[in-house]
């Protein structure tokens, strides 16, 4: 009865889906070159890596200066950061106001000011972070309400992609077609961008 | 995964079927023909042994229901945790209290401060609470992965037998249910003193009866029977009054012995004989004649005092359900159900008492004064819950002497008979000035004052002062057994008599401290313990080892008891 009821919901909400390029969120091509996501790195780069995260994760956070590395080293690499909140709604606010920040053309600086704080984060600890980082807090919360449609839009079709490529939980990589769960250190983050590279 | 297959397919189909169905028809047979071939997607994933474990194989969670208390039992592999301060019980978004909970390990991580973890193993209590809950989790892979919350929807059953009947089986199974209870409880103490009464209410006729009319009088007995028991419970359970409270003030029990008085003195006869015509006719109309069934339907009535007292399990279930659920209908229900059901035997009673008791010449007017006497001895019995042992056993002595004293010299079975009931009648007497208070061992007294013997259980049994000293024994640690009792309680002297003095239960309880509540007298603070601890009323006891409770209710057989204690011990 229950699973009959939700499968209408999920019908109704795949029938009613925005028509066009959105169509099927599985699609590499909206994996890699989602439209409404930001990407940091070379724009053109002959590689895309995307990673799935929450900015209270502590893998994620740990794993980021990893990431941030690779890719100064790599000039060819385009980063996409995928905001997959998983940790309740001080996580989910914290994406939108770092996306809200994108609007204003401050969304590098947002990311690494959340992704370097220490552990569990209040309401509070994110408006000081991105404060102490230069962001002005109440900008980037009227750019994410001005934009909230298309941003909440991207989120869901971020957790559709993570839990559709059947990702248990963040940090979670994609490059070339291959995934990687869990954190990745310096040489296996390497590999895996030379793999796809390679066109594997 | 058919469902997902048929939504990307859906999804993939719909925004193209205008422009290039041709295209959307193919896409479609693509995903099919992937999904024929188990590809869901066009990434790859690394090997399963590379990958982490799915939440639901990482983390063991389950879920036992405790009372109203919700008991979350979480198995971790190893090198997973789960986050303490995300786990949480939830009713309507209210987040449920937690009562007990495995002590956490500090994580300690120099760029992320502490958290509260738990590795391994862990469990917790949640509660009180019924209804719709909602379970969250979330932990992480020690490798360097977060899981999403986990959760699970649960319904916690209303406390106890009622609901969980209910849920099984619906309302109808909840009737039959309790018939079937009372069906197996109408041979107990409890039930049995009703069957002279409803023998002596066919008997004592004295114009011929059918077995109909017998069957038909036993009919209107029960009903009565069940409806007052029912209407008692309900009230009880209402007004959040303690049965026993309102089953054992004197005025109840004083006017059911002034019942029973008058319907010994009925069946002597005195209202026809002796007493002036003004007199006898107005007793008459309050005492209607035997064989009447307004006389029937008043001492069905009443009889529900008699087994009203008799703590059982059904009965503390449907008066804990009315209690919480409010749910009046189904509560009264159970309860007429279960009255209906004691009263099975008694029908068989009216049905064919009717044609095996006689009706005309010497040998009635036996049975009804024997009905008589035996109507003193129910009211007698009654009198116990309210007055002091010594007391009862003075009526028990006077009861016998006069049945002795009106028998000797009628025939020589009376003689005998006679006799047989002055020598119990004196013996009582005896008992009642040495102090007695069993009625079956009037003379204790003596031979305990000659040979100290070992303590018997109500000794070893230490009475429990209040709520804190309750806890703070349970506090030692200790597996501890509290029973619950009463002076008036019969189940709970054949408890005494055939459960506790046995030497196998005294060695199985040997290291158990046991505490008794007595409520043979009620005052406030017994009764908020009764409440506090959901007890209903004796004969109850409370099994408390390690954390857990389980309890026993009712007429407590010598199995139930080593059952319970054997179960008691493999869990230590």
Not at chain 2, 237 to 258: E, Y
Not at chain 2, 316 to 343: C, K, N, P, R, W
Not at chain 2, 401 to 413: C, D, E, N
Request: proline letters at 6%; a neutral charge; charged letters at 15%.
């Amino acid at each position: 009865m229950i699973a009959r009821r939700n499968f209408l919901i999920i019908a109704s909400a795949a029938l009613a889906a925005p028509s066009g390029s959105y169509a099927d969120p599985l699609a590499p091509d909206m994996v890699f070159h989602d439209p409404d996501a930001p990407a940091l790195g070379h724009p053109q780069g002959d590689v895309t890596l995307v990673e799935f995260f929450d900015y209270q994760c502590p893998y994620c956070k740990r794993n980021h200066p990893v990431v941030e590395e690779v890719m100064a080293q790599d000039p060819g690499l385009r980063l996409v950061m995928k905001d997959w909140p998983v940790f309740g709604p001080v996580s989910r606010r914290a994406s939108q106001l770092v996306l809200g920040a994108h609007e204003g053309g401050g969304y590098e600086t947002a990311l690494n000011a959340l992704m370097a704080t220490q552990a569990r984060l209040s309401n509070q600890q994110v408006d000081k972070a991105l404060k102490d980082a230069g962001i002005q807090v109440g900008a980037a919360e009227r750019n994410y309400e001005n934009a909230s449609k298309k941003i909440d839009a991207l989120l869901v079709r971020n957790d559709t992609q993570a839990t559709g490529l059947g990702f248990f939980g963040t940090p979670g990589f994609v490059a070339g077609r291959t995934l990687y769960p869990g954190a990745l250190d310096r040489k296996a983050l390497m590999a895996a961008i030379q793999s796809a590279r390679s066109g594997r | 995964m058919y469902l997902k297959t048929v939504l990307r397919w859906i999804s993939c189909l719909r925004p193209m079927k205008h422009r290039h169905s041709l295209l959307a028809i193919l896409c479609g047979l693509l995903l099919l023909a992937g999904a024929a071939f188990g590809q869901e997607s066009a990434f790859e994933r690394l090997s399963p042994k590379a990958q982490p474990l799915s939440p639901e194989a990482a983390f063991d969670v389950r879920t036992e229901q405790q009372g109203k208390n919700l008991v979350v039992t979480m198995d971790i592999e190893k090198g997973y945790y789960l986050y303490s301060d995300r786990l949480s019980l939830t009713s309507d978004g209210t987040p449920v209290a937690r009562l007990d909970a495995t002590r956490t390990q500090t994580k300690q991580d120099p760029n992320f401060g502490q958290v509260e973890i738990w590795h391994d193993h862990a469990r917790v209590v949640f509660g009180p609470v019924t209804g719709q809950v909602r379970l969250v989790w979330q932990g992480c892979e020690e490798a360097g992965l977060c899981y999403p919350p986990q959760s699970r929807n649960l319904t916690i059953d209303a406390d106890g037998l009622v609901a969980s009947l209910a849920q099984a089986g619906g309302r109808v199974w909840v009737i039959l249910a309790f018939f079937g209870f009372g069906l197996a409880l109408s041979l107990t103490p409890c039930v049995l003193p009703m069957v002279p009464i409803v023998a002596g209410m066919i008997g004592a006729q004295t114009s011929k009866t059918s077995p109909a009319r017998g069957f038909g009088l036993a009919a209107i007995y029960v009903l009565a029977m069940a409806l007052a028991f029912s209407l008692i419970g309900a009230v009880a359970a209402i007004s959040g009054a303690n049965l026993q409270i309102i089953l054992q003030t004197p005025w109840a029990v004083g006017t059911m012995v002034a019942l029973f008085v008058l319907l010994a003195l009925s069946s002597f006869g005195v209202f026809e004989l002796s007493l002036p015509q003004q007199i006898t006719a107005r007793i008459g109309k309050i005492a209607p004649k035997p064989g009447h069934p307004a006389r029937a339907a008043l001492l069905g009535f009443s009889s529900a005092l008699i087994i009203g007292p008799c703590v059982t399990a059904p009965l503390a279930g449907a008066l804990v359900y009315i209690a919480q659920s409010g749910d009046l209908v189904l509560g009264l229900a159970a309860l007429f159900a279960l009255g209906l059901g004691q009263g099975m035997p008694l029908l068989a009673v009216g049905l064919f008492g009717a044609t095996i008791l006689p009706r005309m010449g010497p040998w009635a007017i036996v049975v009804n004064r024997s009905m008589g006497v035996l109507f003193l001895a129910l009211a007698i019995w009654l009198c116990a819950r309210i007055l002091s042992a010594p007391m009862i056993l003075a009526l028990w002595s006077a009861l016998f002497v006069g049945l002795g004293g009106a028998m000797l010299g009628r025939a020589r079975l009376g003689n005998a008979l006679g006799a047989i009931a002055l020598v119990i009648g004196c013996t009582q007497a005896v008992g009642a000035a040495l102090g007695a208070d069993d009625p079956l061992r009037p003379l204790e007294p003596l031979r305990a004052s000659r040979t100290p013997e070992q303590p018997s259980h109500k000794e070893a049994f230490r009475p429990v002062a209040s709520l804190a000293d309750y806890h703070s024994a349970l506090a030692t640690g200790q597996p501890t057994l509290l029973y619950v009792t009463a002076d008036w309680c019969t189940s709970c002297r054949s408890i005494d008599r055939h459960v506790l003095s046995d030497p196998l239960i005294k060695d199985a309880l040997k290291d158990w401290q046991t505490l008794m509540l007595d409520v043979s007298q009620i005052n406030p603070e017994r009764q908020t313990m009764m409440d506090a601890l959901g007890v209903v009323g004796p004969p109850t006891m409370i099994f408390t080892q390690g954390g857990q409770n389980e309890r026993l209710l009712g007429e407590i057989s010598l199995r139930d008891m080593q059952a319970q204690l054997k179960t008691a011990h493999a869990s230590q």
